[in-house]
């Protein structure tokens, strides 16, 4: 199949960044630091933080650390798609042959994708690891937690090569990692209440929340896995949310794309 062939020499290129390495490194790094970070605060004999909620909070620790550079991955790769291919040429040579403009898209997107789900679940190897060398025993909802992940791994590739049609190749994953940042940032009253009573969502603050992709839902709604929480999550908006922004991305992406002369 013509997709899987390109998607196949994509993810070979891809493994030969350096940048793929230092993020796997840094997540590492970051994997570590939040369990050594875990709270550990007394009162005499009395802990204020038992000991289940200084595991949860170094665990979702870890987890968000991971989907940050996991996300970092996804956005620089999908930032240099095809302005790597146009500068080299060989977006040209391929295109030449028996292949649809879709298809070689199709392709190059799902290579991305490939290594940025690798390294996902490459560092979701290392965290199950380290926290059942801690604790003893296999949490099999943490695996559930970085699979719906990938849900949002896939707005956020088709989101940064959309705007790389527009900005240069180290602006785009800049600008895609500020909206990330920045709507898991307005979500936080909606998922945590204790912050209301500080911070009350503000006409502007709602209506940003109600249509940017809704990264910070997925990532809170999948983060209670690991806390078992017993928080309700109405989680179908959320996936038509994210449905119709990959559906507009690739279609505006493929239009533009359709317009390049090679």
Not at 20 to 26: A, P, Q, R
Not at 178 to 192: E, G, K, M, Q, R
Not at 211 to 231: N, R, V
Request: proline share 3%; charged share 15%; net charge positive.
């Amino acid at each position: 199949m013509k997709i899987w062939a390109i998607a196949k020499v994509g993810f070979k290129e891809c493994l030969r960044y350096r940048i793929f390495y230092f993020i796997l490194v840094m997540a590492i790094l970051f994997i570590f630091l939040g369990k050594s970070c875990t709270p550990k605060l007394e009162t005499g004999n009395t802990m204020l933080v038992d000991i289940e909620t200084q595991q949860n909070v170094a665990m979702e620790a870890g987890f968000h650390g991971i989907i940050f550079w996991s996300m970092m991955l996804c956005g620089l790769l999908s930032a240099g798609l095809l302005t790597r291919e146009e500068e080299e040429g060989t977006a040209a040579m391929t295109l030449s042959r028996p292949l649809s403009r879709a298809q070689f898209l199709t392709g190059k997107i799902v290579s991305v994708l490939m290594v940025s789900v690798f390294n996902l679940f490459l560092l979701a190897g290392v965290f199950l690891l380290l926290f059942y060398v801690e604790l003893g025993q296999f949490n099999p909802n943490i695996l559930l937690s970085f699979l719906v992940m990938v849900v949002s791994l896939i707005v956020y590739c088709l989101m940064t090569l959309f705007l790389s049609f527009f900005m240069p190749r180290m602006v785009a994953p800049l600008v895609s990692m500020f909206i990330y940042l920045l709507n898991i940032w307005i979500t936080l009253p909606y998922h945590f209440d204790k912050i209301k009573l500080i911070w009350v969502p503000s006409r502007r603050v709602e209506v940003l929340y109600a249509y940017l992709p809704k990264f910070g839902d997925i990532q809170f709604f999948s983060a209670s896995f690991i806390a078992m929480s017993a928080k309700s999550y109405d989680i179908i908006p959320v996936f038509i949310n994210f449905a119709v922004y990959s559906l507009l991305f690739w279609f505006v992406i493929l239009f533009l794309f359709n317009k390049r002369a090679y």
